[in-house]
């Protein structure tokens, strides 16, 4: 069995715990759940599982996140953005393999220069998105004897929205507001570019659902450099209900809470209530040249919450702690290289999709009947 350390202990570091610890023993680890939060990891009831532990650690605190470390396969960050670099120093020192959940480009940008030289493997942005989607917008990408557009386009939302934003909050709030606040990575008339989070905004209707995309910071993951000056579109998108975004402009812009961000996690996080009847949508369409001909294939996937470990999990968390497990999984099994700094798309979907805790994203409409 493999010693991993999970950092944070919330909604999707608990159930990446709770997958991980309920491996059989052959091929299985052991876990350490960390949170600076002790009313928090009071919550994870082990249930007698051995091999799942909790430890309350303050990640800014350098020596006791070293000796936490220590003798770790893996360490697991699933902590808000802004610990992540943290983390990611700590476990290229400890000679820890290291992956995270960030969608905080910047963040990612100095672990991949931290990579360089590293003993162990650091794999940033193991999640949905940036971290699936990557994988299956390369996959289709890979048929095309050469590209036109990539477009991939997320969403984790309510299934049944009930209030002006039709939102409820299935994820981390602060990882929700820094997407639509910082710059958003593309390709446009095959050149890089930076576009405003909130805009470009378009409807498209699926199952007879009618939907908005705008851009949002970090989904891309690392495609804009590994499709450089192949690609003439390629760009990420944040999927809701129709009217979400004219009023996420007026809370960050009109009103300036973009500014005080802290004001708006407060406000969100009072009057969204959370929900664990959520759906989320993968929706990625590539077009290019095949045969001599201009082609198009999409990948489409909706999962819906259904229960998970023994438990029930809301959509977000099985796709996101399921990616962060099987790239895990990947890398401990050797599939994966074991040093240096490796990005979403080097993976093969049919490997991820293959994988014990990859393979949710392969059941097409999990969920309404279970």
């Known amino acids: 069995m493999k010693d991993i350390l999970v950092i944070g202990g919330g909604k999707i570091g608990s159930v990446v715990a709770a997958l991980l610890a309920d491996t059989p023993e052959a091929n299985g680890y052991c876990v350490t759940v960390a949170d600076r939060s002790a009313a928090l990891l009071a919550q994870l009831t082990p249930g007698g599982n051995p091999r799942l532990n909790t430890l309350v650690l303050d990640v800014t605190d350098e020596a006791q996140l070293h000796d936490a470390l220590q003798g770790r396969f893996a360490v697991l960050s699933a902590a808000p953005y802004h610990l992540t670099l943290r983390v990611a120093r700590a476990a290229v020192q400890a000679g820890v393999h290291y992956l995270d959940l960030t969608e905080d480009v910047a963040s990612t940008r100095a672990i991949r220069a931290l990579a360089q030289g590293a003993s162990t493997a650091l794999i940033p942005q193991c999640g949905l998105a940036p971290g699936f989607i990557s994988i299956a917008a390369a996959d289709l990408a890979r048929s095309f004897d050469s590209l036109d557009s990539v477009r991939m386009r997320v969403g984790a939302l309510p299934a049944y929205p009930s209030n002006a934003l039709n939102y409820n909050l299935t994820w981390s709030t602060e990882g929700v507001i820094n997407e639509y606040c910082e710059p958003c990575e593309a390709i446009v008339d095959g050149q890089p570019r930076e576009v405003p989070a909130l805009e470009e905004r378009e409807e498209f209707s699926l199952d007879g659902v009618l939907y908005e995309a705008f851009n949002t910071s970090g989904g891309l993951g690392t495609l804009c450099e ?145």
């Open 226 to 370: 590994t499709l450089a000056g192949k690609v003439r579109t390629l760009n990420y998108r944040t999927i809701r209900y129709p009217g979400h975004a004219a009023i996420m402009k007026a809370l960050l812009h009109d009103l300036r809470l973009k500014e005080r961000r802290d004001v708006l996690k407060d406000i969100l996080e009072q009057a969204l209530p959370a929900t664990m009847q959520d759906v989320v949508i993968v929706f990625v369409t590539v077009a290019g040249q095949r045969g001599g001909r201009l082609q198009q294939e999409t990948y489409a996937r909706k999962i819906y919450s259904h229960v998970l470990a023994g438990q029930m999990r809301s959509a977000i968390q099985i796709t996101t702690a399921s990616s962060l497990c099987a790239m895990l999984d990947l890398l401990a099994a050797g599939d994966l290289p074991q040093r240096g700094f490796i990005r979403q798309e080097e993976v093969p979907l049919a490997a991820f999709l293959g994988n014990r805790f990859g393979r949710v994203y392969a059941m097409d409409e999990l969920a309404r009947a279970a």
